[in-house]
């Protein structure tokens, strides 16, 4: 499965590191790359418990990501390559 980045229009393969689907708070689905979530500050840094730019912010190894679409907040797993990088389903990978 892949889709349009919904910031640059490339493609997003949610089984990359770090490609991001959003599809478990509403009735849409957001694709956006790691590094463009990251320039259009959908990408939440941790506050007080990291630098920003770490992985983990004490909750498994998730970011905060905002849907650009709707401002939902949804958590999604970085780090080593895993078969899945679906916010919704933490059960791949």
Same mark, same amino acid.
């Given at each position: 499965?892949?889709?349009?980045?919904?910031?640059? &229009?490339?493609?997003?393969?949610?089984?990359?590191?770090?490609?991001?689907?959003?599809?478990?708070?509403? *009735?849409?689905?957001?694709?956006?790359? $790691? $590094?463009?979530?990251?320039?259009? &500050?959908?990408?939440?840094?941790? *506050? +007080?418990? +990291?630098? +920003? *730019?770490?992985?983990?912010?004490?909750?498994?190894?998730? $970011?905060?990501?905002?849907?650009?679409?709707?401002?939902?907040?949804?958590?999604?797993?970085?780090?080593?390559?895993?078969?899945? $990088?679906?916010?919704?389903?933490?059960?791949?990978?």
């Amino acid at each position: 499965m892949s889709g349009e980045c919904y910031f640059c &229009n490339g493609i997003v393969f949610p089984s990359e590191p770090d490609d991001i689907l959003l599809d478990g708070h509403a *009735d849409h689905a957001v694709y956006m790359h $790691r $590094r463009c979530a990251e320039g259009y &500050n959908a990408l939440e840094s941790v *506050d +007080g418990t +990291g630098t +920003g *730019d770490g992985d983990d912010d004490g909750d498994g190894g998730t $970011r905060p990501v905002v849907c650009p679409e709707c401002d939902a907040v949804e958590h999604v797993a970085f780090g080593p390559p895993a078969s899945s $990088r679906r916010a919704s389903d933490s059960s791949h990978g």
